[in-house]
Nanobody, 122 residues
Framework: QVLLVESGGGSVQAGGSLRLSCTPS????????MGWFRQGPGKEREAVAQ???????SYTHSVQGRFTISKDNAKNTLYLQMNSLKPEDTAMYYC????????????????WGQGTQVTVSS
């Protein structure tokens, strides 16, 4: 059974930092492309960042220069380092994974976590 478990969410003030973690079970992070998505109150879910099997990364424009996605394959863990947080970053953050880079590139992920809440106050 494939399972993704996120952690690291919380409440911070604007300008603060958080690091989200996602630990998959049932598959190896090194053999999958993975990504972070978020859904804010009253908003549609949006792709935040993704990392392909080779370590290539991409980000949505609003987080470029502030967020960093990374994988530690030895620990089988995906991270999202979030710096200079803004109130508009408030959302439920979800980890996702898929075995095919071309599917990830289209934001078509087969596996999803339950989410971790991030709240940024002004």
């Amino acid at each position: 059974q494939v399972l993704l478990v996120e952690s690291g969410g919380g409440s911070v003030q604007a300008g603060g930092s958080l690091r989200l973690s996602c630990t998959p079970s049932g598959f190896s992070s090194s053999r999958n492309c993975m990504g972070w998505f978020r859904q804010g109150p009253g908003k549609e879910r949006e792709a935040v960042a993704q990392i392909d099997k080779g370590g290539g990364t991409s980000y949505t424009h609003s987080v470029q220069g502030r967020f960093t996605i990374s994988k530690d394959n030895a620990k089988n863990t995906l991270y999202l380092q979030m710096n200079s947080l803004k109130p508009e970053d408030t959302a439920m953050y979800y980890c996702a994974a898929d075995g095919w880079d071309h599917r990830c590139a289209r934001n078509e992920y087969n596996y999803w976590g339950q989410g971790t809440q991030v709240t940024v106050s002004s």
